[in-house]
């Protein structure tokens, strides 16, 4: 099954169902293509100040070797959209982003001795995520792959072809990925699936990968919060402090896009908060026997806002929903108001049963709701 991805074919599900795909993330390997994301190279004397300027956290302190996820916002500091930037050298850089992002980076490099690239095009990338992962990349890379750090990055040959490698990803397991010129993509991903045969690696699409990330707590753009530049109403704009992402604002590094109106955001609070959301399954397993149905998993993560409440009162909303196979129950990120975020705090959610609109019962819950030690060892 395929699905529009950026302008590419991108493969949804290889199979009827992606329950193999998605055990193969958490069990052994999991090989995805990741080429669709937006990406840009940055080079000269003043890239590290474009950067700074742009992102919310302090590029000043990435190192060469090292990967960054943060957040770049407009002016009123409500975020533009997320992603990961990697110092490659002392003065360049790779960024990706889920959107187009080459004017904004460009406007902002006025007056900066700095060239920026679209390399979308040229650059492909895979990623290959699993607890087998690094027993895979042993068997057919050059260098030493399991000294590579979380969120470090490094050149390496897999099987004569350059490639730089990141131990990064969007299944919140250990897993790394593959960057290489676009013309070399197949050649590394039979590579990768030659060698990861022992280790049972299964080509795996954007349905595995959806549950995978929600567990993880990841969120994704157009889903979990609308990017500024489409908003149409304030409701629709969120700054990071709302869609968690606090923690890589540095208020205190020298001034970036957004920054006083984040640094009153952060003396006031924000309104809003995501927060992960545990199901009760019971409650839902209530509702539907009340009418005589046996509750049905829903077959894939759902994408539909549903709606969250306190006492009655609409408090906030799901946003990304599924059935974790891992945890054995339903799981969501929502966003709710500030005085509901509190961990354990006791909501209902809105389910739709026999065509009636019900309320099941549901607990703020601690993300990520799934983190393997093996993820950063």
Avoid at 14 to 33: F, G, S
Avoid at 177 to 195: F, G, K, P, Y
Wanted: proline residues 5%; neutral net charge; aromatic residues 8%.
């Amino acid at each position: 099954m395929w699905r529009d991805w950026s302008g590419f074919f991108a493969v949804s599900s290889y199979e009827v169902t992606h329950e193999r795909e998605y055990n193969a993330i958490r069990n052994a390997a999991a090989l995805i293509d990741i080429s669709p994301l937006f990406k840009y190279r940055l080079s000269g004397k003043d890239a590290v100040r474009l950067v700074d300027r742009v992102l919310t956290r302090d590029a000043t302190k990435i190192a060469v070797g090292q990967v960054v996820y943060a957040s770049w916002c407009d002016g009123e500091g409500k975020v533009i959209d997320d992603g990961t930037v990697s110092r490659l050298e002392d003065t360049v850089y790779r960024w990706t982003a889920a959107e187009p992002n080459l004017r904004w980076f460009r406007e902002n490099a006025l007056g900066l001795d700095v060239r920026v690239e679209d390399t979308s095009e040229t650059l492909a990338a895979l990623a290959l995520q699993g607890p087998t992962s690094r027993e895979i990349l042993k068997a057919c890379t050059d260098g030493d792959i399991g000294s590579l750090k979380y969120f470090r990055v490094k050149s390496f040959k897999l099987r004569g072809i350059p490639v730089e490698i990141s131990r990064t990803g969007y299944t919140g397991d250990l897993g790394y990925e593959i960057w290489m010129e676009s013309s070399r993509a197949l050649e590394v991903w039979d590579a990768l699936m030659e060698a990861g045969r022992p280790y049972d690696i299964t080509p795996s699409g954007i349905y595995a990968l959806d549950v995978a990330r929600i567990e993880a707590g990841l969120i994704m753009l157009d889903v979990d919060y609308t990017s500024s530049r489409r908003a149409v109403i304030p409701t629709q704009r969120y700054s990071p402090f709302e869609i968690g992402l606090g923690k890589s604002v540095h208020l205190e590094k020298a001034p970036f896009i957004g920054q006083a109106a984040l640094r009153k955001e952060a003396k006031k609070g924000p309104a809003r908060q995501l927060v992960g959301i545990d199901v009760d399954w019971i409650d839902v397993e209530r509702l539907h026997d009340e009418v005589g149905l046996a509750p049905a998993l829903p077959a894939t993560a759902s994408r539909v806002t549903v709606p969250i409440y306190r006492d009655g009162i609409q408090v906030g909303y799901a946003t990304s929903t599924t059935w974790s196979p891992s945890l054995k129950k339903m799981i969501a990120l929502a966003t709710v108001q500030s005085d509901c975020a509190e961990l354990g705090t006791k909501l209902q959610m809105e389910l739709t049963v026999d065509h009636k609109r019900k309320q099941a019962g549901v607990t703020v819950a601690k993300l990520p709701f799934f983190n393997p030690p093996r993820k950063t060892a």
